[in-house]
């Protein structure tokens, strides 16, 4: 009697062994070099060259190397630009997204095969391969340096996003739609006063998963905005590296201010960002 | 305005510009990249001259350093791939309901969240010849021996690129795969608890079914992924030594912009795509769903 019910026991402490090693070691993995980075930026040179980089620094409240990184480093116009990157493209994103979303999941008429063939056809490009002959578009246009061409190509090419969208809408049942008709509304005014809305927990999630990409993007930012003035926090913090190789302080204080936003929006906004990851793993 | 000619506006004026964009931004950019693909074109010249199939030839047999940076990319698949299974491991782990269980899911996914520059250059730190981390680390462990130039030794530079690699994008996998398996009904495993299948059984015939989905998503992010990747060798060695650690992605750019060799790096391009395509779809194949044949 007591071996039968010891056996079970012990293998599920020794499956709540293997879990926690398993994830401690993970933990470890990942906020180690998070630990030593934050480290380094409040040491001096000269002590990061004469302490091992896993010692705490001597004084915590040594902001040199932030001041400097923040300074030289461009630190607010980058802050800026990407924030305002984001915050347009998170617009566009949900105005067109949402129209197109409304267009092909409602109505029928012509061509509609066509176009969505198209999406299809344009949803198999992954956009960085085309970069090369977008760049002449861009620069026909007289875009080139100017915030408004990365805001074309996260707005534009984004046909993920209306197929997410597309996806959400067919949930939405068409009886208030048909009920708003009935009461004489317009499209235009089913649009904006349920169907948009009706999106906006799908527009919550897109939009964080959008600035998510948005800041992580270098690939667009560095091509089509090279000037110091339009720098956005990773284009900045790339040039005051190379601009400074030899400053390992300042280099991690820059590290550390770039991570920051995105380490706080990922605080904030974690369920929805959970959220959105995985609705779009099942639904595939 | 009757609802007959109200359906034209709304349509007409709610499609325009998202089309228009896709149109413009996107498929005209996709069809020029193959007619660049067939020139000689510098980036500027007013003319350019088609010279059929002659960069195609030369990067399939004249041009080692392209095929160098390919084999990169594979390495970064193959690596990437064989960390699947781990993965694998850590969302049928992180399923379960533990105590701690939402900060490791927090710690999982961060990586992927925080910025990837920073990350980049927060590895180069970690990796630096004097007085680094790693280094220090392997000093204090014993292992003196193994200390090396992590960016700078051309046996070990891509190894040391790809790890970041993991660092980074491993979380986000096991999040998509916590997700299929969380979207398992849990009634399936009791009624085969009752039917006394075994824990193999159990895996064959309902986790792995159920998380096909979820794995052909997984499968095709780590296709992409190695393919297109990028930024972690361009911010952290620029694809150095010489192009020892550059991806076909940073030597197409670079081909383009650095070497104005607009007509090469665009069947690059071309080249890019299309083996994308190819194999994403050969994977989808192998893990299709076969049980109705």
């Known amino acids: ?284 | 305005m009757s609802y007959k000619l109200q359906k034209k506006v709304v349509i007409f004026s709610f499609l325009l510009v998202p089309v228009g964009l896709m149109l413009f931004f996107l498929l005209y950019p996709t069809a020029q990249l193959f007619r660049y693909s067939f020139t000689n074109w510098d980036g500027f010249s007013p003319s350019l001259k088609y010279i059929g199939f002659d960069n195609y030839t030369k990067l399939l047999f004249d041009f080692p350093d392209a095929w160098r940076a390919i084999r990169n990319n594979g390495l970064y698949f193959v690596i990437h791939t064989l960390f699947i299974p781990i993965e694998l491991i850590a969302a049928v782990l992180l399923n379960r309901a533990m105590r701690g269980s939402g900060f490791f899911r927090f710690t999982v996914l961060m990586p992927y969240i925080i910025n990837g520059i920073a990350v980049a250059y927060m590895f180069s730190y970690i990796y630096n010849p004097i007085n680094g981390p790693l280094n220090e680390s392997l000093r204090a462990l014993g292992l003196g021996s193994w200390i090396t130039g992590w960016l700078s030794d051309l046996g070990v530079v891509n190894y040391a690129l790809i790890a970041v690699s993991i660092w980074r994008f491993g979380g986000v996998h096991v999040i998509l795969m916590l997700a299929g398996l969380q979207s398992i009904p849990k009634d399936l495993y009791e009624a085969a608890e009752i039917d006394g299948a075994s824990f193999w059984q159990q895996l064959r015939h309902i986790t792995l079914p159920g998380i096909r989905t979820t794995m052909e998503i997984v499968l095709f992010m780590n296709v992409t992924g190695a393919l297109l990747q990028y930024d972690i060798p361009y911010v952290m060695t620029g694809g150095g030594p010489g192009t020892a650690s550059s991806t076909f992605g940073l030597f197409s750019l670079q081909t383009a912009f650095t070497y104005n060799n607009y007509g090469l790096a665009s069947s690059m391009a071309v080249s890019l795509l299309i083996l994308i395509i190819v194999f994403s779809s050969l994977q989808n194949w192998i893990i299709k769903d076969r049980s109705e044949a």
């Open chain 1, 1 to 284: 009697m007591e071996l039968a019910t010891a056996a079970p026991n012990n293998r599920r402490w020794l499956g709540s062994a293997v879990y926690y090693v398993f994830f401690a070691v993970m933990a470890v993995l990942v906020f180690v070099p998070i630990l030593l980075v934050l480290f380094g930026s409040f040491k001096t040179n000269a002590e990061l060259a004469d302490t091992s980089p896993f010692s705490w620094p001597a004084n915590l409240l040594n902001f040199d190397n932030y001041v400097t990184a923040y300074k030289e480093g461009n630190m607010l116009r980058g802050l800026t630009n990407t924030a305002i990157l984001v915050a347009a493209s998170m617009a566009g994103n949900a105005v067109l997204g949402t129209m197109t979303a409304y267009i092909v999941n409602r109505f029928d008429f012509r061509l509609k095969k066509a176009i969505l063939a198209l999406f299809m056809l344009a949803m198999m490009i992954p956009s960085y391969t085309t970069e090369i002959a977008r760049f002449q578009l861009i620069h026909g246009m007289n875009l080139y340096n100017t915030l408004y061409g990365p805001l074309l190509i996260y707005v534009g090419t984004d046909i993920m996003q209306i197929y997410i969208y597309t996806q959400f809408l067919r949930k939405i049942s068409e009886q208030l739609d048909e009920s708003a008709m009935l009461d004489g509304a317009s499209y235009f005014r089913i649009f904006r006063s349920i169907v948009f809305p009706l999106l906006l927990p799908a527009t919550a999630t897109l939009a964080i998963l959008k600035s998510v990409a948005i800041m992580n993007d270098i690939y667009v930012q560095m091509l089509y905005m090279p000037s110091k003035k339009l720098a956005t926090l990773p284009t900045a913090l790339m040039s005051f590296v190379g601009d400074r190789t030899s400053d390992l302080t300042a280099l991690c204080a820059g590290i550390v201010l770039v991570l920051l936003p995105s380490a706080l929006i990922y605080i904030l906004f974690q369920r929805l960002i959970f959220k959105g990851l995985m609705d779009g793993a099942i639904k595939g």
